[in-house]
């Protein structure tokens, strides 16, 4: 027998060649694997004497197969498409996910962190409202049941995060705008509802200023999560209004943009790359419906894969008990080219 001292789960998959959520998965139910994996894991485990001791874990936490997720907008597709991901994700190990939409308000999302406690998940996946979480709340809810968040970090919540680089996914479309056109304008809402969308305006800032140009960022009223219709009322304002300075508009995330491309469309102004165009239009995060546009919206795509992968096996670390630090990590973004710019 090998006289290795294996600490965790992780690296007991790593010494036996298995990846983390297969050997979690066939702790949870041997069946639930395939017999060749089965007998491969089981073959390690005489090799390394390891048994991690899930049932006492379990019975500590007095935990259920429950993983709670939570959004804060469930009707917006970015979230719907996290969602999806994790949820998937969960099923694949075993585990019941169910999911919630905080709906934009701080209330809801608190009643939703009281009754997931009440359900004693075995953890939590939370993508916080941001700004208006009650950040208290969420780092009591953490304390009393694993979690990890997601999209949106709460620093002083003390959890794992995991997420886009907001920062490097509007440096990269700041760059490829300015190489293929005029430098773009940056629309956005004055209050956004989503913590991100202040990220991307400070490295749009940045950006312009390190290529040598002039930043110049348009801010239209509306709150809440009506992102298109808020979009197309702003989007008429500032192409009535003659404050554009510029032939080319980023706009702080592509619902803004689908909003934005409806008001061109209703004032005749033709959008794409094409010499007839009057002007280029481009958003961030490879919205479900944004290659659907008219014209297709060029973009930067959000890993979803990477962020979803990365949020459950951090999660699972932590059921499990492995021992690892509550840090950020997060996951560059990449340029789609369509039409729209």
Not at 163 to 178: A, F, M
């Amino acid at each position: 027998m090998a006289q290795v001292r294996i600490r965790n789960m992780e690296e007991f998959a790593a010494l036996s060649g298995i990846s983390r959520p297969t050997v979690s998965k066939y702790f949870n139910d041997p069946d639930s694997v395939r017999a060749s994996t089965r007998a491969k894991i089981e073959a390690a485990l005489e090799t390394y004497d390891y048994r991690p001791n899930i049932f006492a874990i379990n019975q500590n936490r007095k935990q259920t197969k429950t993983v709670g997720i939570l959004v804060p907008y469930l009707a917006d597709p970015v979230f719907a498409e996290f969602a999806r991901n994790i949820e998937q994700r969960c099923v694949d190990m075993g585990y019941s996910p169910t999911i919630f939409s905080a709906h934009g308000e701080q209330e809801t999302e608190n009643a939703i962190l009281d009754s997931l406690l009440a359900l004693k998940p075995a953890g939590a996946l939370l993508a916080p409202l941001g700004r208006s979480s009650d950040s208290e709340k969420i780092r009591a809810f953490a304390q009393e049941v694993p979690t990890v968040l997601f999209d949106s970090i709460l620093p002083d919540t003390g959890r794992a995060f995991v997420g886009s680089d907001n920062p490097q996914l509007t440096r990269l479309i700041v760059d490829y705008l300015c190489r293929t056109g005029e430098p773009p304008c940056f629309f956005e809402m004055a209050n956004p509802a989503n913590p991100n969308a202040r990220k991307r305006r400070h490295s749009y800032t940045e950006a312009m200023h390190a290529l040598g140009q002039t930043p110049q960022v348009l801010s239209v009223e509306g709150d809440g999560w009506h992102f298109e219709e808020i979009g197309r009322r702003g989007g008429h304002r500032v192409l009535m209004s003659g404050e554009m300075k510029t032939n080319t508009v980023l706009c702080s995330n592509d619902r803004l943009a689908i909003g934005f491309l409806t008001a061109c469309y209703e004032l005749g102004l033709k959008v794409g790359r094409d010499d007839d165009c009057a002007i280029r239009v481009a958003g961030q995060d490879d919205h479900p419906f944004s290659r659907y546009t008219c014209p297709p919206l060029t973009t930067i795509a959000q890993d979803y894969d990477s962020v979803s992968r990365e949020a459950v096996d951090t999660l699972f670390r932590a059921i499990e008990g492995d021992d690892f630090p509550y840090a950020a990590k997060v996951f560059d973004g990449r340029l789609v080219m369509r039409e729209s710019a």
